[in-house]
């Protein structure tokens, strides 16, 4: 069974600040792919970035940044010079997408508080 | 490209009653997914419908159904709604092909019921 662990609940940074958002994964394939998602208040699931399991190469889009590391199951998100604006919630996802199977399981979210 | 629509976006029920929701995907996105949110039990999936056909069912009663049309457009069915059918319901489409791509949301349909 596919599982994705948050563990942070909430994060409050103060605005500039750079904050990473931790995701752990459990999964028994070994071909699957991981998301990231941001909700903010109006409820809208905006799609941040896919990868696949084959494919641990760090990604830097902007002030996004995210570490893949398959030995430690983890898929951590870090934001940069953080901004009020990236105040929402983000989630992990996992979906094992080789199996026909689209299904995304997602973690629990992790609220993301920027101070001004 | 329009991106995924719902209707409505919110909806009042009492208990007992029927709602239909409805997404219409992305232009050229032959699948539609449903999630259900709520803060007790988070993002869970529904089904998947592709060409018409669920292909994949999350773990809910009979009571959640769903169908995909020719044109892709989907609709959710909730019968006999309970309490805890209040929740944020969330569409998802996305392309279909040799590879797997990324699942873009919709803005969701709250749905309160009392």
């Known amino acids: 069974a596919q599982k994705v662990t948050q563990a942070q609940t909430e994060i409050s940074v103060v605005e500039k600040e750079d904050v990473t958002l931790d995701c752990v994964y459990e999964?028994?394939?070994?071909?699957?792919?991981l998301f990231w998602y941001k909700q903010p208040p109006s409820g809208e699931l905006v799609f941040l970035i896919r990868?696949?399991?084959?494919?641990?190469q760090n990604e830097i889009s902007g002030r996004y940044s995210w570490n893949f590391q398959k030995s430690t199951s983890s898929f951590n998100f870090t934001i940069t010079a953080s901004q009020v604006v990236d105040s929402a919630v983000y989630f992990c996802a996992l979906s094992e997408a080789f199996r026909g199977n689209e299904k995304l399981t997602f973690g629990t979210g992790t609220r993301l508080t920027i101070i001004p | 490209k329009a991106g995924v629509t719902q209707t409505p976006r919110y909806l009042i029920k009492t208990r007992g009653q029927q709602v239909t929701l409805s997404c219409s995907p992305i232009?050229?996105?032959?699948?539609v997914s449903w999630y259900q949110q709520t803060p007790g039990q988070g993002l869970q999936f529904l089904f998947e419908y592709f060409s018409e056909t669920q292909r994949n069912k999350g773990n809910f009663p009979g009571r959640f159904s769903g169908r995909q049309f020719s044109n892709s457009r989907s609709e959710m069915n909730v019968s006999t709604l309970e309490l805890g059918d209040s929740a944020l319901y969330l569409c998802?489409?996305?392309?279909?092909?040799?590879?797997?791509?990324?699942?873009?949301f919709g803005p969701g349909t709250r749905l309160t019921v009392t």
């Open positions: 999964t028994r394939d070994t071909t699957y792919y």
């Open positions: 232009s050229g996105h032959r699948s």
């Open positions: 990868r696949n399991s084959f494919d641990e």
């Open positions: 998802a489409s996305r392309q279909v092909g040799p590879s797997s791509y990324e699942q873009y």
